[in-house]
């Protein structure tokens, strides 16, 4: 069964992970170990691939702390030359246990090589978590993928240093809402990133919220098994969506993906209920 989980986000500007808060799980901004207005060239420099040395001090680091460590996202360089945006999960022993590619890059803006995958990964004891990067909350295809997966707190890093941060906001506690999962979205602080960070329960109820766009690290203990308690009652006693299709309604066609809803796959697959 999930269990409390403590959280650190830290909104910050791009730097060194250390010093590190003392949580069970740490959470930086997209692309934070990166430095701010950088030309396609330069990124393209700045890659490397999974198994370079930026992951290998990234594990040593989550290793000697004893933490789970998401340090934002990196510059991938892929087997093929590509360019991908990578959210990375390290584990307390130091080792890289999930990485996922961002699906939806910011077009026509950021250069990089959309990933094919939606990942999620398990934190035991605690529960099992989903990625989804900055422009990824826009798109309610990956936070329903990560609850379907089984997903108990989607961790979206953000590099938002334009003014649509508000809406942001708004599509935090949407995605929790819409899928009963927590999310955290974790904002690089000003003076270029508007901050704003936060941490949003399944009923989308704001737990933790920066004030500002200054530097400040957030902590909280979230007991994940409160996704599985929500889906029992209902958000705010009554909305069950995972449990909105009985046996014998028929598949729903969905004309825009050529696919269908199909209610015998409808509830979350997987995850540590």
Known sequence: MPGPLPISLVQATPTALEPLPDSGLVVFPELHVHGMDLSPE????????????????????AGDLGIWLVPGSVLERGDNGELFNTALAFSPEGRLVAWYRKVFPWRPYEPYDPGDRFVVFDIPDAGRVGFAICYDAWFPEVARHLAWMGADLIVNPVRTTTPDRAQELVLARANAIVNQVFVASVNTAGPRGYGQSLLVDPEGHVLAEAPDAGPITLESIVDLAEVARVRRAGTAGYNRMWEQFTENDRPVELPLYAGRIDPGRWRPQGGTR
Do not use: K, T, Y
Request: aromatic content about 0%; glycine content about 4%; cysteine-free.
């Open 42 to 61: 330069q990124q393209r420099d700045e890659a490397e691939p999974l198994d370079g040395p930026r992951v290998r001090q990234l594990a040593e680091i």
